[in-house]
């Protein structure tokens, strides 16, 4: 007669639940399963992956809040002081040349230089999309 454990019982049953538990953790914003907010394009998508992946959300924060970067979020139709003193108002054209010429605008307060990127025009096009849905 094989007798069970009832501690090893329960850790069998627990493990499979709390596995199932984890697998729905993470930074889900109550977004679909491909990260956008059900409202975003698929383009804001591609977006979201490229600045976790291609390092922007190091600078811009995970969720576009903004940290050794500027944020993003809600920064669409803002004025922001540059640092040669002029304004700029944040739209699509500003933040297309501010990815592709880092130093062309640089947003005043903010001492860490943006490198370089070697992102694609469509790639540019996905991230600027995710920084729009960021404000809508």
Partial sequence: ???RRPALRAAGLALPLAFAALAGCGDDD???SDGAAPD????AARGRDLARTRGCAACHGADGQGG???AWEDTLGTHVTLT???TAVVDEAYLERSITEPDAEVVDGYSVTMPKTNLTEAEV???VAYIVALSE
């Fill in 1 to 3: 007669m094989v007798r």
């Fill in 30 to 32: 109550g977004s679909g």
């Fill in 125 to 127: 096009t996905d991230l």
């Fill in 84 to 86: 040669d003193g002029s």
């Fill in 40 to 43: 975003r394009s698929e383009a």
């Fill in 68 to 70: 050794i970067g500027p």
